[in-house]
Protein backbone atom coordinates (compact mmCIF):
# COMPACT_ATOMS: atom_id res chain seq x y z
CA UNK A 1 0.00 0.00 0.00
CA UNK A 2 1.51 3.13 -0.92
CA UNK A 3 2.03 5.83 1.73
CA UNK A 4 1.29 8.42 0.05
CA UNK A 5 -1.76 10.81 0.24
CA UNK A 6 -4.73 9.36 0.90
CA UNK A 7 -7.66 9.52 -2.24
CA UNK A 8 -4.54 10.05 -4.45
CA UNK A 9 -5.64 8.94 -8.18
CA UNK A 10 -2.63 7.35 -8.59
CA UNK A 11 -2.54 5.43 -5.45
CA UNK A 12 -1.93 1.69 -6.19
CA UNK A 13 -3.62 -0.14 -2.97
CA UNK A 14 -5.79 -2.57 -3.70
CA UNK A 15 -7.13 -1.80 -7.12
CA UNK A 16 -8.77 1.21 -5.18
CA UNK A 17 -7.41 3.52 -7.92
CA UNK A 18 -9.68 4.98 -10.78
CA UNK A 19 -8.09 5.32 -14.48
CA UNK A 20 -8.68 8.98 -14.71
CA UNK A 21 -6.69 12.08 -13.57
CA UNK A 22 -10.01 13.86 -12.62
CA UNK A 23 -11.45 11.04 -10.64
CA UNK A 24 -12.68 11.88 -6.92
CA UNK A 25 -10.79 10.38 -4.11
CA UNK A 26 -10.84 7.08 -3.03
CA UNK A 27 -11.34 5.44 0.07
CA UNK A 28 -8.27 3.85 1.56
CA UNK A 29 -9.30 0.49 2.75
CA UNK A 30 -12.44 -1.51 3.10
CA UNK A 31 -13.82 -1.10 6.37
CA UNK A 32 -14.16 3.12 4.50
CA UNK A 33 -16.58 1.48 2.75
CA UNK A 34 -18.34 -0.44 4.67
CA UNK A 35 -19.14 2.79 6.81
CA UNK A 36 -20.41 4.86 4.34
CA UNK A 37 -23.10 2.68 3.19
CA UNK A 38 -23.33 1.36 6.80
CA UNK A 39 -24.47 5.51 7.24
CA UNK A 40 -26.48 6.08 3.68
CA UNK A 41 -28.16 2.98 4.92
CA UNK A 42 -29.55 4.56 8.29
CA UNK A 43 -29.94 7.71 7.01
CA UNK A 44 -32.09 6.26 4.46
CA UNK A 45 -35.96 6.12 6.04
CA UNK A 46 -38.09 6.76 3.05
CA UNK A 47 -35.12 6.18 0.16
CA UNK A 48 -31.87 4.82 0.18
CA UNK A 49 -30.70 6.66 -3.48
CA UNK A 50 -31.12 10.15 -2.76
CA UNK A 51 -29.05 9.75 0.25
CA UNK A 52 -26.02 7.72 -1.65
CA UNK A 53 -26.06 10.35 -3.78
CA UNK A 54 -25.70 12.68 -1.16
CA UNK A 55 -22.46 10.28 0.86
CA UNK A 56 -21.62 8.62 -2.28
CA UNK A 57 -20.68 12.40 -4.40
CA UNK A 58 -21.34 15.44 -2.47
CA UNK A 59 -20.26 14.62 0.80
CA UNK A 60 -17.10 12.14 0.35
CA UNK A 61 -16.91 12.46 -3.74
CA UNK A 62 -15.70 9.07 -3.85
CA UNK A 63 -18.10 9.39 -7.72
CA UNK A 64 -18.79 11.81 -9.70
CA UNK A 65 -22.13 12.73 -10.79
CA UNK A 66 -21.71 11.23 -14.02
CA UNK A 67 -20.37 7.94 -12.32
CA UNK A 68 -23.24 7.70 -9.89
CA UNK A 69 -25.86 7.74 -12.64
CA UNK A 70 -23.72 5.06 -14.86
CA UNK A 71 -23.54 2.88 -11.95
CA UNK A 72 -27.36 3.73 -10.87
CA UNK A 73 -28.26 2.90 -15.09
CA UNK A 74 -26.76 -0.39 -14.73
CA UNK A 75 -27.99 -1.59 -11.15
CA UNK A 76 -31.71 -0.29 -12.59
CA UNK A 77 -31.14 -3.04 -15.43
CA UNK A 78 -29.82 -5.79 -13.31
CA UNK A 79 -31.88 -8.29 -11.12
CA UNK A 80 -32.73 -7.25 -7.57
CA UNK A 81 -32.65 -3.98 -5.86
CA UNK A 82 -30.71 -0.76 -7.57
CA UNK A 83 -29.36 0.45 -4.36
CA UNK A 84 -27.70 -3.92 -3.45
CA UNK A 85 -26.74 -4.15 -7.15
CA UNK A 86 -25.02 -0.45 -7.00
CA UNK A 87 -23.14 -1.50 -3.61
CA UNK A 88 -21.57 -4.29 -4.92
CA UNK A 89 -20.53 -2.40 -7.89
CA UNK A 90 -19.14 0.45 -6.62
CA UNK A 91 -17.21 -1.82 -3.63
CA UNK A 92 -15.81 -4.17 -6.08
CA UNK A 93 -14.48 -0.80 -8.24
CA UNK A 94 -12.33 0.17 -5.28
CA UNK A 95 -11.34 -3.28 -3.45
CA UNK A 96 -12.33 -6.16 -5.62
CA UNK A 97 -14.73 -8.60 -3.85
CA UNK A 98 -13.45 -7.49 -0.41
CA UNK A 99 -15.04 -3.90 -1.29
CA UNK A 100 -18.60 -5.41 -2.62
CA UNK A 101 -18.46 -7.47 0.54
CA UNK A 102 -17.49 -4.94 2.85
CA UNK A 103 -20.39 -2.49 0.80
CA UNK A 104 -23.15 -5.16 1.15
CA UNK A 105 -23.08 -5.75 5.00
CA UNK A 106 -22.26 -1.86 6.07
CA UNK A 107 -25.67 -1.57 3.55
CA UNK A 108 -27.59 -4.62 5.31
CA UNK A 109 -26.78 -5.62 8.51
CA UNK A 110 -27.74 -2.37 10.59
CA UNK A 111 -30.72 -1.89 8.56
CA UNK A 112 -31.77 -5.76 9.18
CA UNK A 113 -32.07 -5.25 12.62
CA UNK A 114 -33.77 -2.41 12.60
CA UNK A 115 -36.38 -3.67 10.16
CA UNK A 116 -36.80 -6.74 12.52
CA UNK A 117 -37.69 -4.65 15.10
CA UNK A 118 -40.12 -2.23 13.02
CA UNK A 119 -41.72 -5.26 12.06
CA UNK A 120 -42.57 -6.97 15.31
CA UNK A 121 -43.94 -3.21 16.11
CA UNK A 122 -46.00 -3.20 12.65
CA UNK A 123 -47.24 -7.00 13.67
CA UNK A 124 -48.98 -4.95 17.18
CA UNK A 125 -49.83 -1.40 15.83
CA UNK A 126 -50.24 -2.17 11.92
CA UNK A 127 -53.93 -1.38 12.27
CA UNK A 128 -53.86 1.66 13.92
CA UNK A 129 -55.30 4.69 12.46
CA UNK A 130 -52.00 6.74 13.50
CA UNK A 131 -49.46 4.10 12.08
CA UNK A 132 -51.17 3.97 8.90
CA UNK A 133 -51.09 7.64 8.67
CA UNK A 134 -47.38 7.71 9.37
CA UNK A 135 -46.64 5.38 6.65
CA UNK A 136 -48.59 7.31 4.14
CA UNK A 137 -46.35 10.11 5.18
CA UNK A 138 -43.25 8.37 4.19
CA UNK A 139 -43.99 7.19 1.09
CA UNK A 140 -44.88 10.92 0.22
CA UNK A 141 -41.55 11.88 1.48
CA UNK A 142 -39.64 9.01 -0.37
CA UNK A 143 -41.44 10.18 -3.46
CA UNK A 144 -40.35 13.60 -3.19
CA UNK A 145 -36.55 12.69 -2.23
CA UNK A 146 -36.35 10.54 -5.46
CA UNK A 147 -37.61 13.30 -7.63
CA UNK A 148 -35.11 15.77 -5.80
CA UNK A 149 -32.43 13.41 -6.71
CA UNK A 150 -33.69 13.33 -10.59
CA UNK A 151 -33.60 16.59 -10.56
CA UNK A 152 -30.33 16.58 -9.56
CA UNK A 153 -28.54 14.44 -11.78
CA UNK A 154 -30.50 15.67 -14.26
CA UNK A 155 -27.89 18.02 -16.01
CA UNK A 156 -25.45 15.24 -16.36
CA UNK A 157 -27.53 14.08 -19.21
CA UNK A 158 -25.44 16.79 -21.46
CA UNK A 159 -22.90 14.78 -21.87
CA UNK A 160 -25.42 11.90 -22.79
CA UNK A 161 -24.24 10.49 -26.45
CA UNK A 162 -28.63 10.33 -27.14
CA UNK A 163 -30.30 13.50 -27.62
CA UNK A 164 -32.45 15.05 -24.42
CA UNK A 165 -35.20 14.66 -26.37
CA UNK A 166 -35.08 11.05 -27.11
CA UNK A 167 -34.21 10.28 -23.45
CA UNK A 168 -37.41 12.31 -22.26
CA UNK A 169 -39.39 10.16 -24.82
CA UNK A 170 -38.38 7.06 -23.97
CA UNK A 171 -38.83 7.75 -20.06
CA UNK A 172 -42.39 8.77 -20.86
CA UNK A 173 -42.50 5.84 -22.96
CA UNK A 174 -41.56 3.36 -20.31
CA UNK A 175 -43.96 5.44 -17.81
CA UNK A 176 -47.18 5.11 -19.86
CA UNK A 177 -46.16 0.94 -20.55
CA UNK A 178 -45.73 0.10 -17.17
CA UNK A 179 -47.78 2.76 -15.23
CA UNK A 180 -50.98 2.71 -17.46
CA UNK A 181 -50.84 -0.60 -19.90
CA UNK A 182 -49.21 -2.54 -17.12
CA UNK A 183 -46.48 -4.11 -18.88
CA UNK A 184 -44.43 -6.46 -16.77
CA UNK A 185 -40.97 -4.32 -16.36
CA UNK A 186 -39.08 -6.71 -17.38
CA UNK A 187 -40.39 -6.39 -21.11
CA UNK A 188 -39.86 -2.72 -20.60
CA UNK A 189 -36.34 -2.98 -19.72
CA UNK A 190 -35.86 -5.65 -22.60
CA UNK A 191 -37.93 -3.16 -24.98
CA UNK A 192 -37.06 0.14 -24.61
CA UNK A 193 -33.79 -0.12 -22.80
CA UNK A 194 -32.24 -2.49 -26.02
CA UNK A 195 -33.61 -0.34 -28.23
CA UNK A 196 -31.90 2.99 -26.34
CA UNK A 197 -28.87 0.58 -25.36
CA UNK A 198 -28.60 0.13 -29.68
CA UNK A 199 -29.01 3.44 -30.68
CA UNK A 200 -26.59 4.82 -28.20
CA UNK A 201 -24.24 2.24 -29.48
CA UNK A 202 -24.67 3.60 -33.28
CA UNK A 203 -23.82 6.94 -31.77
CA UNK A 204 -21.17 6.41 -30.11
CA UNK A 205 -19.49 4.22 -33.38
CA UNK A 206 -19.80 7.21 -35.93
CA UNK A 207 -18.45 9.66 -33.08
CA UNK A 208 -14.89 11.13 -34.44
Not at 93 to 120: D, K, Q, S, Y
Not at 132 to 156: C, D, E, Q, S, W
Amino acid sequence: MSAGAPGAADEPGGGACISDAESPPSPRAPHEVLVAFNALALKGFGGVLPVAQHELVDKRRWLTHEQFLETLSVGQVLPGPNIVNMALMIGDRFFGWRGAMAALAGLLLAPLAIVLALAMLYARFGTEPVAAGAIRGMGAVAAGLIFAMGVKLAPTLRKNPLPIALCAGAALATWGIVGFLRVPMAWAVLGLGGAMVAIGWLRLGRAP
